[in-house]
T-cell receptor, first 112, second 114 residues
Framework: DQQVKQNSPSLSVQEGRISILNCDYT??????FLWYKKYPAEGPTFLIS???IKDKNEDGRFTVFLNKSAKHLSLHIVPSQPGDSAVYFC???????????WGAGTKLIIKP | DTAVSQTPKYLVTQMGNDKSIKCEQN?????MYWYKQDSKKFLKIMFS???????INETVPNRFSPKSPDKAHLNLHINSLELGDSAVYFC?????????????FGPGTRLTVL
């Protein structure tokens, strides 16, 4: 029962262009969403988050959009840089619950 | 100055053995976690401790036993290792048990059971 889905296992983007990573969820009780970034042989690191009361959150080159009616969120990276090459995980939570539910990740490759 | 550290980084062992993975955080956080990343790359929560008290105990074989001697440490002991236990195990910590909080992860322990 995959409550958080990242349907693209990988994505290749030219340096300087926009990267768009997608995440879908099934549980309408989720009220907080987070994106983590993971380099090989390292643990995930927090990138950006969004509450369900918002539809957009921006932090520098990173913007997360939330469409509650579609149960969909996306992470935009503009402009994409070589250091952005990593695996990106989407995670969701319900306030009353202690745990995060994670997607399987999308591997982003930035081509020079 | 590592925030969340795990030892060992790699662990290769035979089926049936017992092994432990240690985790320490120096962030002063109240909550610590163990995750398993399986071959399909999903991160699945196994256990969580808040102030040394177990608060998440997912459906995990009872061969897995977490131990938190203090807030800064959360160790994972695995008895009678099986082939299916091969995975990467991540330790993480957060300020408190609120799932909104950023979690800080260790580098992972790659367990291979032969």
């Amino acid at each position: 029962d995959q409550q958080v889905k990242q349907n693209s296992p990988s994505l290749s983007v030219q340096e300087g262009r926009i990267s768009i990573l997608n995440c879908d969820y099934t549980n309408s009780m989720f009220d907080y969403f987070l994106w983590y970034k993971k380099y090989p042989a390292e643990g995930p690191t927090f990138l950006i988050s969004i509450s369900s009361i918002k539809d957009k959150n921006e932090d520098g080159r990173f913007t997360v959009f939330l469409n509650k009616s579609a149960k969909h969120l996306s992470l935009h990276i503009v402009p994409s840089q070589p250091g952005d090459s990593a695996v990106y995980f989407c995670a969701a939570s319900v306030r009353s619950n202690y745990q995060l539910i994670w997607g399987a990740g999308t591997k982003l490759i930035i081509k020079p | 100055d590592t925030a969340v550290s795990q030892t060992p980084k790699y662990l290769v062992t035979q089926m049936g053995n017992d092994k432990s993975i240690k985790c320490e955080q120096n962030l002063g956080h109240d909550t610590m976690y163990w995750y398993k990343q399986d071959s399909k790359k999903f991160l699945k929560i196994m256990f969580s401790y808040n102030n040394k008290e177990l608060i998440i105990n997912e459906t995990v074989p009872n061969r897995f036993s977490p131990k938190s001697p203090d807030k800064a440490h959360l160790n994972l002991h695995i008895n009678s290792l099986e082939l299916g236990d091969s995975a990467v195990y991540f330790c993480a910590s957060s300020q408190d048990a609120n799932s909104y909080n950023e979690q800080f992860f260790g580098p992972g322990t790659r367990l291979t059971v032969l």
